[in-house]
């Protein structure tokens, strides 16, 4: 899955929301030829202390983008945790909604019941502003799972189909490096909730904490936290750097024991 965020302050610095339609469709047709087999569209960055963007410019950033980028034969996730722009952009021709909320805003759950689009449920310890402040668990592993076995059971009570969702542990959303790395040593407890992982580790803080790192610079980290999730189990890697992740799966591929 290969980000492309419509935004002027995304933490990995590669926003493009002053960016005209033809960048935006180039980035998204250079993904695609790296090996992306989904685009996730993005206008609201949830970095600790990011501007919130409202509902209004959300739409307006999504819409047109979505609508040109399902034309380019891969399926279009949007990232957004507000109703009416999930609403709009199935509308537009979206075939996933990503909520880093895990769809707990009201009217979430039904702007999304009765839709046929994917759905990824993520788990958050509090609001995006303030999260990293003071993230505590009694035990991180533990609570993420039931946290997100609730919002499963939230959503298939509501009547979406089981087959519809995938589930990620939200590394970096209120969660210190020791949490975000118990989460990646036991990323197959997820694994064996019945549903597809799908992880967010790259170029994310705690590659920084641990190589030293600035963002631009934590491509061979992220590689190797793609490489280590995929082989823990996660089915879908959401990611920068569409070639150099392809590459390293490419190579574990070829020697795996499903191989
Ligand atoms: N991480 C980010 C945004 N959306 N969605 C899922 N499912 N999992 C993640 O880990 C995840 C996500 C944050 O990364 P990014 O979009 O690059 O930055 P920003 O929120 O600053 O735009």
Not at 19 to 43: C, K, N, W, Y
Not at 209 to 235: H, K, N, P
Request: hydrophobic share 50%; charged share 20%; proline share 4%.
């Amino acid at each position: 899955m290969a980000i492309l965020n419509l935004t002027t302050d995304s933490f990995s610095g590669d926003g493009l929301a002053s960016a005209g339609m033809e960048s935006i469709l180039a980035r998204a047709e250079s993904a695609i030829a790296a090996g992306a087999g989904i685009l996730d569209v993005g206008a609201e960055s949830t970095r600790p202390g990011a501007q919130p963007v409202s509902e209004q410019q959300e739409i307006a950033r999504i819409v047109p983008v979505v609508s040109q980028l399902a034309r380019l034969g891969v399926p279009v996730s949007v990232d957004t945790m507000k109703p009416a722009v999930m609403t709009a952009a199935i509308d537009a021709g979206a075939a996933m909604i990503n909520d880093v909320n895990g769809f707990r805003a009201p009217g979430a759950v039904d702007a999304v019941t009765g839709r046929s689009v994917g759905l990824c449920v993520m788990h958050m310890q509090g609001v995006p502003r303030t999260m990293q402040q003071a993230p505590s668990y009694r035990s991180v592993v533990e609570e993420v799972a039931e946290f997100l076995s609730d919002r499963v059971r939230a959503l298939t009570c509501s009547g979406v189909a089981p087959g519809r969702i995938c589930i990620d542990p939200g590394f970096g959303f209120g969660k210190s490096l020791e949490h975000n790395l118990a989460l990646l040593r036991h990323l197959r407890v997820f694994a064996e909730l019945g549903h597809p992982v799908l992880v967010g580790l790259s170029r994310k803080s705690m590659l920084g904490a641990i190589t030293g790192r600035d963002v631009g610079g934590r491509v061979y980290a992220s590689v190797a936290a793609a490489l280590m999730a995929v082989e823990r189990g996660a089915r879908i890697v959401r990611v920068h750097d569409v070639a150099a992740t392809r590459e390293a799966l490419a190579v574990w591929d070829a020697a795996a024991e499903h191989a």
